[in-house]
């Protein structure tokens, strides 16, 4: 997952003798590398949503009013419904034993499709997020941005008329185009006048909302003969072609995700400009001294970044949903900022947390349904993982693992002014 | 920002009250005038001649009435136009200290929002405004708003950027429905509320102090759990029996002897509920004692310097837990206003942004009570407005979207500088580790 797992452990174990191979795995599981820390935070999560989910467990509270008498009914009336609730989270997110044989080979696999279809925006939005943090910046506003995109890559969607594969393409660079302006926008004003990108950006999520509102009452963008605030759809010529047959969801936004992110690599790991990027993340001063201008970084960042952001809408109008809603967003834009966290802000990282939120999502749905616990816990699930993960010292401290607090891939706070 | 480190580097120190450059007023002032410009061909020339603007300044039972204020619409909104331009001009010829510039600033806020009035009420004949009402309805939205600003005040005074308003008044607001319900009992309700607020202040004091977590992701996280939590114990519980768990009692509006029977103010201040006067008791009391109170200089030094504050014998993190422990008090304070203030039954995700609003007001009031809390009355009067606009046939149909918009752009408007610079506690959002 990360970079040093070898030298980390062998800087700790004491010099001489190399330790045994068992040993060595019984020390790396109690250091605090991310991989160990992820498995914690996420056991920590299910515990406490397993707290959540009996103390608002109606049978589990019947039977504790006669706790005395007999505490055993309790007890399994609690494990009843945790189990069960985590169960069908599982059969949602991976396999589902009751459908999978209900038709043909394809349906054993819509599980893991629903998963994927779900992890691709967060993978895009997670992309988004992390690349600003490695220049040094909070894009808090992935939602403005992915709502920008959508509204873009679906009016060219449905607005204009152009052949096969063309469609589709103009329609995604349109949804590039119009993340990376909203983004752009937040890049400019602090390279030209010093405001915090983490107000702005704030700031323009509302505006972008607000603006979609009143777009989606506006004939030539609202659908025509609907009371309902809903577009009009996406001409089939502009939609992203499923990857799998029918009852398969999954569409080619999954390939641009996974495209996204070998790109993103190149870019941090490979190329100029990303060095310049993490130059400036890593220290302004040390960077504006090198001769770098700082400045155009944050626009450039924020341009790559919205765009990135601006594809995570694409995925959801083109692939998932044929036309734009109120809640296009669908909270997409603030569980990026988590992905981005949960994957430090490294590509590769980051797609595997899209796919772990991406399967609670889809596993949340089908909870829902099954057992009547409500899919916020899911929410709850992701920013438990994610406070225990921006916090290693509690996590060692709760599990007594040990090493110093690692805080790679984030730098400590910086404030308003910085 | 740049200007702001080569301020660092060359160690100027800032006079107390230092001229404005001429670039900075001939920015602000030539704003002033085309904001003035627009005002006056708008909303003067746009509106048909001939009609009067009529304004309603009592309630239908008062005891005291007042009699509506009747102005003739176009002249009116002409003249106040010119009065923005006029204030523009003297701001670039003349200057003028800050101080003369917040005031030139709320002249123009009210003088364009008159003349924006007269210009609505040109739509059809014989309309009248209710302006109390409105009144009204705008410190009824700006309550929760003022609550949540003085909570972030609070926090970021001290230093922690507390992102998590949101969160905080969605936390007060559940527990405020939940347990004033069970326990059916307000006072209890509002307790509850307020632990509940303290609590989540807590949750982002102990992971950004002691852990020293990022403060803005984590606000963020603490949203999204907050929203998660309140979410999910609403479906599975409050949303099944909304009569055993969720039918809050409400607050009942007081009357103040004498007090309320005063003309316009009255009716508009002194006939709310026990959270409004609470409200009050509070934006003077933050404000007399950040600035006056030996508890508000030392927040204030631990959020400028922590480590001067640390030489000198004040535990900053403590200062600070304490601080951010009490703003998410207020601001679950701001959360009950909602539920229980209101008499309304808990709902998904209730504040919906409001606790964002109340960031906008915290950094468009530049981090002080008193500017936050006029933010905070601004913003509540566009969310207002919008109301009344979809009853008055205007002109040319506003989309309500763009009124609510305002507080955003006006806050973007802020931090980019247009309206003067706008500056954070020197050490907002920088964890102290100590020596």
Known sequence: MSDTPVAEVASSSPAGAPPSRARRTAIWLRSTHPVVLTVFAFVASIVVGGILIVITDTPTRNAAKYFFSSPGDTFSKAWHAVSQAYITLFEGAVFDPHTAFKGSFWYALNPLSETLLNATPLILGGLAVGLAFRAGLFNIGAQGQLIFGAIFAGYVGFAWHLPVVIHVIVALIAGVVGGGLWGGLSGWLKARTGAHEVITTIMLNYVAVYLLGYLLTENGFKRSGSNQAISRVVDSNARLPKLFPEPLRVHTGLIVALLAAATVAWLLNRSKLGFQLRAVGTNQFAARTAGMDVGRNYVVTMVLSGALAGLAGCSQILGTVSSITQDIDAGIGFTAITVALLGRAQPWPTVLAGLLYGAFQAGGVTMQSRTGTPIDLVNVLQSIIVLFIAAPALVSAIFRLRGAADTSGQQLAKGWNG | ?435
Not at chain 2, 23 to 32: C, D, E, K, N, Q
Not at chain 2, 135 to 153: H, K, N, Y
Not at chain 2, 231 to 246: F, I, P
Request: net charge positive; aromatic share 6%; charged share 10%.
């Open chain 2, 1 to 435: 920002m740049s200007a702001v480190q080569t301020a660092e580097l060359v160690e100027t120190h800032e006079v107390v009250e230092v001229a404005a450059s001429k670039r900075v007023r001939l920015i602000s002032g030539s704003a002033l005038v085309v904001v003035g410009l627009l005002c006056l061909l708008g909303f003067g020339l746009g509106s048909h001649a001939g009609y009067d603007a009529r304004f309603e300044l009592s309630p239908p039972g008062a005891r005291v009435h007042v009699p509506a204020l009747v102005l003739p619409a176009r002249i009116t909104a002409i003249v106040l136009g010119a009065v923005v331009v006029a204030l523009g001009l003297w701001r670039i010829a003349r200057g003028g200290s800050r101080r003369a510039m917040h005031w030139i600033i709320g002249v123009s806020i009210v003088a364009v929002v008159l003349s924006f009035l007269c210009w609505s009420l040109t739509g059809t004949k014989g309309t009248s405004l209710d302006l109390l009402g409105l009144l009204q309805q705008t410190i009824f939205l700006a309550v929760p708003l003022i609550l949540g600003a003085l909570a972030g005040v609070l926090c970021e005074r001290s230093g922690v950027i507390n992102v998590a308003i949101e969160g905080q008044m969605l936390a007060g607001a559940f527990a405020g429905a939940l347990i004033g319900t069970v326990v059916h009992n307000t006072g209890a309700g509002i307790v509850a509320a307020l632990i509940a607020g303290a609590l989540i202040g807590a949750l982002l004091a102990v992971f950004a102090i002691r852990y020293l977590v990022n403060q803005v992701v984590l606000g963020v996280v603490i949203n999204v759990l907050v929203l998660g939590l309140t979410g999910y114990v609403y479906d599975a519980l409050m949303a099944r029996d909304q009569n055993t768990y969720n039918t809050p009692p409400g607050l009942h509006a007081i009357s103040v002897p004498g007090l309320s029977d005063i003309p316009i103010l009255g009716p508009l201040l002194f006939q709310q509920n026990a959270i409004v006067y609470a409200m009050y008791v509070l934006v003077i009391v933050i404000d007399v004692a950040l600035f006056r109170s030996r508890w508000g200089l030392r927040t204030r030094a631990v959020g400028e310097h922590p480590r001067a504050a640390d030489t000198v014998g004040i535990r900053v993190r403590r200062t600070r837990f304490v601080n951010v422990v009490v703003g998410g008090l207020v601001a679950g304070l701001g959360g009950a206003s909602l539920t229980i203030g209101s008499a309304l039954p808990f709902g998904k995700n209730m504040t919906n942004g409001k606790g964002f609003i109340a960031l906008a007001a915290v950094i468009f009031g530049r981090w002080s009570p008193r500017g936050a809390v006029g933010a905070a009355l601004l913003f509540g009067f566009a969310d207002a407005l919008q109301n009344v606009l979809s009853f008055i046939g205007t002109p040319v149909a506003i989309p309500s979207q763009f009124l609510a918009m305002l507080p955003y752009l006006a806050t973007i408007l802020a931090v980019a500088g247009l309206v003067g610079r706008v500056r954070a506690p020197a050490a907002d959002g920088e964890p102290y580790v100590g020596r």
